[in-house]
């Protein structure tokens, strides 16, 4: 049972630890680019490419890690009724 729960922290955590080693990678990346004068348009556009996929993958990770709770996979019912309010409880 123990093992069972380890093995699925470290599930948990394995992207978080990706996303870290990718930040530190395009951190190094970014620097070296900065240092070099004669850095090409080529190579900084794909900098910026892979910053803004690293940026979209942060985004997934943290909605999934947000819609993590215990009770996030259920469902949910949800009503609205209009009351009275005259023209605006029309639409």
């Known amino acids: 049972m123990l093992l069972q729960r380890l093995s699925q922290l470290k599930e948990a955590i394995a992207p978080f630890r990706q996303l870290e080693a990718?930040?530190?990678?395009?951190?190094?990346?970014?620097?070296?680019?900065?240092?070099?004068?004669?850095?090409?348009?080529?190579?900084?556009?794909?900098?910026?490419?892979?910053?803004?996929?690293?940026?979209?993958?942060?985004d997934r990770l943290e909605l999934s890690t947000l819609l993590s709770g215990e009770h996030d996979s259920a469902d949910a019912i949800v009503e609205l009724k209009a009351g009275a309010g005259g023209t605006d409880a029309c639409d």
């Open 22 to 58: 990718r930040v530190d990678d395009l951190e190094a990346m970014g620097e070296l680019l900065a240092e070099e004068a004669s850095a090409e348009e080529a190579m900084l556009t794909e900098h910026a490419d892979d910053l803004r996929k690293l940026r979209i993958e942060l």
